[in-house]
């Protein structure tokens, strides 16, 4: 059925059980929160593809203005609103993150981005940008801060890089928080500190073996130990990523936090886990596959609970699977392996005159390191030699 005005200030500011949208034809409908916040949109064609615009609430915005609004954005026309109100911060971050990051940015970033803004974006605003004022910015920003104070940074960040795609578009002015700088706000992330002992890293193996995760969430978290690799490098990691006639692992550079590839050896542990996940998974492309066909590698989110799983359960100082590559880092220094060679593992850029000249990878000496490490770890799991092998299987989930 088509809107009316008197439903419409029926379900206003009034608690609401109905459907969370409803249409009124040709594209145009309204969100209605629980709470009763009547929100009009439209659907439309944008070169060739298919968006959502949201175009102001109701009764600041009225039924008959929004038809208008909504026939010239279909018209390919930009809408004039009689009130001057633009876009709602949580609208041109949609628009920003859909017509340039997921066009424009690697996948990473656009996940980077997905995951920081999946708990605040929500807190943003919701006015007009241009009636937002300086302290509803920094209420907004010191709420953030209040419960995770590293990520308010990145999201005044990303913001001002939003707002400013759309200040170069011409569909806002320059908004009154654009002269915030990132340090005004929240507190700089920690730099992490933390060197796991070997009897904890074999605590943490044991715990990960004896948990109920699946398999392939399981390898993960044993690669990111052996191998001090980033989550994000186990995580995504395909099929084709491993040549087992050279023995040799590729991290893609769409996927390493350099831009460059990253070649390490599979090793006698790599071997095993490898074809452990490999055995588990039915995935074509993927080692470590999502929750149904086609899904792409397994959430960042499956991995995050299995750790905080274990950290409430393991009775150790506070933990995180990246502490893996600073201890591979620092045991390995410990043992006399060269810091250039700990680097090229980590997957780091070498600096100075190394990262000019040199562009050795080093695939024997990592391997040999690898070795040294995996040697410590299994004489502290008490298998000093032979192959892998699961402290307790657990069941695979």
Same mark, same amino acid.
């Given at each position: 059925?088509?809107?009316?005005?008197?439903?419409?200030? %029926?379900?206003?500011?009034? #608690?609401?059980?109905?459907?969370?949208?409803?249409?009124?034809?040709?594209?145009?409908?309204?969100?209605?929160?629980?709470? %009763?916040?009547?929100? $009009?949109?439209?659907?439309?064609?944008?070169? *060739?593809?298919?968006?959502?615009?949201?175009?102001?609430?109701?009764?600041?915005?009225?039924?008959?203005?929004?038809?208008?609004?909504?026939?010239?954005?279909?018209?390919?026309?930009?809408?004039?609103?009689?009130?001057?109100?633009?876009?709602?911060?949580?609208?041109?971050?949609?628009?920003?993150?859909?017509?340039?990051?997921?066009?424009?940015?690697?996948? !990473?970033?656009?996940?980077?981005?997905?995951?920081? $803004?999946?708990?605040?974006?929500?807190?943003?605003?919701?006015?007009?940008?241009?009636?937002?004022?300086?302290?509803?910015?920094?209420?907004?920003?010191?709420?953030?801060?209040?419960?995770?104070?590293?990520? =308010?940074?990145?999201?005044?960040?990303?913001?001002?890089?939003?707002?400013?795609?759309?200040?170069?578009?011409? =569909?806002?002015?320059?908004?009154?928080?654009?002269?915030?700088?990132?340090?005004?706000?929240?507190?700089?992330?920690?730099? %992490?500190?933390?060197?796991?002992?070997?009897?904890?890293?074999?605590?943490?193996?044991?715990?990960?073996?004896?948990?109920?995760? *699946?398999?392939?969430?399981?390898?993960?978290?044993?690669?990111?130990?052996?191998?001090?690799?980033?989550?994000?490098?186990?995580?995504?990691?395909?099929?084709?990523?491993?040549?087992?006639?050279?023995?040799?692992?590729?991290?893609?550079?769409?996927?390493?936090? =350099?831009?460059?590839?990253?070649?390490?050896?599979?090793?006698?542990?790599?071997?095993?886990?490898?074809?452990?996940?490999?055995?588990?998974?039915?995935?074509?492309?993927?080692?470590?596959? *999502?929750?149904?066909? !086609?899904?792409? #590698?397994?959430?960042?989110?499956?991995?995050?609970?299995?750790?905080?799983?274990?950290?409430?359960?393991?009775?150790?100082?506070?933990?995180?699977?990246?502490?893996?590559?600073?201890?591979?880092?620092?045991?390995?220094?410990?043992?006399?392996?060269?810091?250039?060679?700990?680097?090229?593992?980590? !997957?780091?850029?070498?600096?100075?005159?190394?990262?000019?000249?040199?562009?050795?990878?080093?695939?024997?000496?990592?391997?040999?390191?690898?070795?040294?490490?995996? =040697?410590?770890?299994?004489?502290?799991? *008490?298998?000093?030699?032979? #192959?892998?092998?699961?402290?307790?299987? %657990?069941?695979?989930?």
């Amino acid at each position: 059925m088509a809107l009316s005005d008197s439903w419409l200030r %029926g379900v206003n500011g009034k #608690p609401y059980a109905g459907p969370s949208e409803v249409s009124d034809g040709d594209g145009l409908s309204v969100r209605v929160s629980p709470k %009763g916040v009547v929100a $009009f949109q439209v659907r439309h064609v944008v070169d *060739g593809k298919r968006v959502r615009t949201s175009l102001g609430r109701y009764p600041a915005l009225t039924l008959r203005e929004a038809r208008i609004k909504a026939d010239e954005l279909k018209s390919g026309v930009a809408p004039i609103s009689a009130s001057g109100d633009e876009p709602t911060p949580a609208a041109l971050f949609d628009e920003w993150f859909e017509k340039y990051v997921m066009r424009e940015c690697r996948e !990473g970033t656009q996940k980077y981005y997905r995951y920081t $803004f999946s708990s605040v974006k929500n807190r943003l605003p919701d006015r007009p940008i241009n009636q937002i004022t300086m302290d509803m910015w920094l209420s907004y920003f010191d709420a953030i801060s209040e419960r995770a104070p590293g990520v =308010t940074r990145a999201v005044i960040t990303a913001l001002k890089a939003c707002f400013n795609w759309h200040v170069r578009r011409g =569909t806002i002015n320059m908004p009154n928080m654009m002269s915030l700088r990132a340090r005004d706000v929240g507190a700089p992330a920690k730099t %992490g500190h933390r060197v796991l002992t070997v009897p904890e890293v074999a605590k943490i193996w044991r715990a990960i073996e004896a948990s109920r995760a *699946g398999t392939g969430n399981k390898v993960i978290h044993l690669l990111c130990l052996v191998y001090g690799c980033r989550l994000s490098e186990a995580r995504t990691l395909k099929r084709q990523d491993l040549d087992f006639e050279s023995m040799v692992w590729t991290v893609p550079a769409e996927i390493s936090k =350099t831009g460059r590839p990253i070649r390490r050896p599979i090793t006698s542990v790599g071997k095993q886990l490898f074809e452990r996940a490999a055995m588990a998974s039915v995935d074509p492309v993927y080692l470590f596959p *999502g929750q149904g066909e !086609g899904n792409g #590698p397994l959430e960042i989110h499956s991995c995050n609970r299995l750790v905080s799983r274990l950290r409430s359960s393991l009775g150790i100082p506070h933990w995180r699977i990246h502490d893996a590559r600073r201890t591979l880092s620092t045991r390995l220094s410990e043992m006399g392996v060269s810091p250039h060679i700990t680097e090229v593992m980590l !997957g780091h850029t070498l600096l100075g005159v190394m990262a000019v000249y040199n562009k050795h990878d080093w695939l024997e000496d990592q391997a040999a390191a690898y070795e040294r490490w995996w =040697t410590v770890i299994q004489r502290e799991l *008490g298998v000093a030699t032979g #192959p892998v092998v699961a402290v307790n299987p %657990g069941h695979d989930v």
